[in-house]
């Protein structure tokens, strides 16, 4: 578990080190979780892949948590301060002897925040589900959704706090994999 943690870091840092990136740890009383995302942009000159973006997190709770996605975030013309996203995702996680693996449709919707004198924040929400002929191996749904509010506290440095409810449905049982609020910084290059 701590060798794909420290992989994982390691492929983030990489990534991190292109435009249109972040890299980011959040925990809570129960679990940590590392993130990292990045623009498609710096692999081809062409600019059609500009609001394409590559994630990744690992979640480190009673059961190891492992998901790679693909999206495009863009937004709308002359609404420049809200990007909505739309993309897939792939979900790998155990419980007991059970394998789950799942690839979800992934909605997402964010929104700049201008507060006074307060400096720049954001507010996202995503939501990601695979009904069971997007689901494999022991598994027969799965079910995220995730609020999230940051704020710029240096450049290139937020904090954040949210809120994920992972369910992981198995064809034996369901399984909350998380149901809790988090806290942590990022590394953002935008």
Do not use: H, W
């Not at 690992?58 to 495009?72: E, K, Q």
Request: aromatic residues 14%.
């Amino acid at each position: 578990m701590k060798k794909i943690a420290l992989l994982l870091l390691l492929i983030n840092l990489n990534i991190f080190a292109a435009d249109k990136a972040s890299f980011g740890l959040n925990i809570n009383t129960d679990d940590l979780e590392i993130e990292g995302r990045s623009s498609l942009a710096f692999t081809t000159n062409d600019p059609t892949y500009r609001n394409f973006y590559v994630d990744a997190n690992f979640i480190n709770a009673d059961d190891t948590f492992f998901g790679v996605g693909l999206y495009v975030e863009n937004s709308p013309v002359n609404y420049q301060n809200i990007a909505f996203s739309v993309g897939l995702r792939t979900i790998f996680t155990e419980n007991g002897n059970d394998s789950f693996t799942a690839v979800p449709i992934m909605l997402g919707a964010k929104a700049r925040m201008y507060l006074g004198n307060l400096p720049k924040s954001n507010l996202g929400i995503k939501v990601a589900y695979a009904p069971s002929p997007l689901t494999f191996q022991d598994a027969d749904s799965y079910f995220e959704y995730r609020v999230e509010v940051d704020m710029m506290i240096i450049e290139n440095v937020n904090i954040y706090v949210g809120y994920r409810n992972i369910d992981t449905n198995y064809d034996n049982r369901d399984v909350t994999y998380n149901d809790a609020m988090y806290v942590g910084f990022k590394f953002v290059l935008d």
